[in-house]
T-cell receptor
Framework: NAGVTQTPKFQVLKTGQSMTLQCAQD?????MSWYRQDPGMGLRLIHY???????DQGEVPNGYNVSRSTTEDFPLRLLSAAPSQTSVYFC???????????FGPGTRLTVT | AQRVTQPEKLLSVFKGAPVELKCNYS??????LFWYVQYSRQRLQLLLR??SRESIKGFTADLNKGETSFHLKKPFAQEEDSAMYYC???????????FGKGTMLLVSP
């Protein structure tokens, strides 16, 4: 099992550009989430999904869109990148009824 | 609203010294608390869950509901313990976590 994978590992965007961060898991987990990690702020929840076709907002959803058409994939879209979105983004998955969250390796995004 | 507070950004100790990373929480129900660890250039991974009461890599954490605390302890720190430690509270519905801001532990030789 590859676990949770994320692409790309690094990305530099200009303000106003759009892009999609990819996240996939091969553990058949129902739950998937996106967090952003900023110095001194810890990890904050952006969006999450409890199953295919079901998504909801987390603590800091503005400027991001998600969709979940399959169990395996949970892409995060930046509609119009802003410097405030410079961060490290982590995707996580977990199984219904199980407590442990499995994290991907992260995507380091810089917006100039 | 639920909240997790880790008051120390950085904790620096010498090898062999005891370590205590503090975590306090605010939650109206019965909390599910965890410690996650992120070693340099690695992904976040679960270290401890309060219900399991296990000792992982020599670390223990006890839930104190009276003090709303879940401090992480180790009697003798090792250099390989150097990492970022996050205390986390499971959100209702079990699918997501609320994290503290993290404490960087540096263990010097």
């Amino acid at each position: 099992n590859a676990g949770v994978t994320q692409t790309p590992k690094f990305q530099v965007l200009k303000t106003g550009q759009s892009m999609t961060l990819q996240c996939a898991q091969d553990m058949n987990h129902e739950y998937m989430s996106w967090y952003r990690q900023d110095p001194g702020m810890g990890l904050r929840l952006i969006h999450y999904s409890v199953g295919a076709g079901i998504t909801d907002q987390g603590e800091v959803p503005n400027g991001y869109n998600v969709s979940r058409s399959t169990t395996e994939d949970f892409p995060l879209r930046l509609l119009s990148a802003a410097p405030s979105q410079t961060s490290v983004y982590f995707c996580a998955s977990s199984s219904q009824g199980r407590y442990e969250q499995y994290f991907g390796p992260g995507t380091r995004l810089t917006v100039t | 609203a639920q909240r997790v507070t880790q008051p120390e950004k950085l904790l620096s100790v010498f090898k062999g010294a005891p370590v205590e990373l503090k975590c306090n929480y605010s939650y109206s129900g019965s909390p599910e608390l965890f410690w996650y660890v992120q070693y340099s250039r690695q992904r976040l991974q679960l270290l401890l869950r309060h219900i399991s009461r296990e000792s992982i890599k020599g670390f223990t954490a006890d839930l104190n509901k009276g003090e709303t605390s879940f401090h992480l302890k180790k009697p003798f720190a090792q250099e390989e313990d150097s990492a970022m430690y996050y205390c986390a509270l499971q959100n209702s519905g079990y699918s997501t976590l609320t994290f503290g801001k993290g404490t960087m532990l540096l263990v010097s030789p």
